[in-house]
């Protein structure tokens, strides 16, 4: 397992956002969250109307970002949250960003 600057392990899940995401600046306001959180990564539109996070971080930051995910923003409507481990190894990402629609 990799570790982050202050030995906590550093974790990364896939995350994906079903139900009514896009459209409304999920995408921007997951970033500013995950920069608050201190959380790395990407996020991601998805043709089909999901969206997709990368989220890396401490295993206290990918709860509270997937709780989030989830509910923390009051114009989604989430009806479910896929969240798949990616276990190591894996790339060390160096900060959170919006990538273009895949």
Do not use: K
């Not at 896009?22 to 959180?37: D, K, P, T």
């Not at 991601?44 to 989030?68: H, I, K, P, T, Y």
Request: charged share 25%; glycine share 8%.
């Amino acid at each position: 397992m990799e570790f982050g600057d202050n030995d906590e392990p550093l974790e990364t899940r896939l995350v994906q956002v079903r139900g009514e995401v896009q459209g409304i600046g999920y995408r921007e306001a997951c970033v500013r969250r995950a920069h608050a959180l201190g959380v790395t990564g990407w996020v991601r539109n998805r043709m089909d109307g999901s969206v997709d996070a990368m989220v890396q971080g401490s295993s206290e930051q990918l709860a509270e970002m997937c709780a989030w995910l989830s509910e923390g923003m009051s114009a989604a409507l989430v009806d479910r949250l896929e969240v798949t481990e990616v276990l190591p190894p894996f790339a060390r990402f160096e900060h959170f960003e919006r990538l273009p629609t895949l």
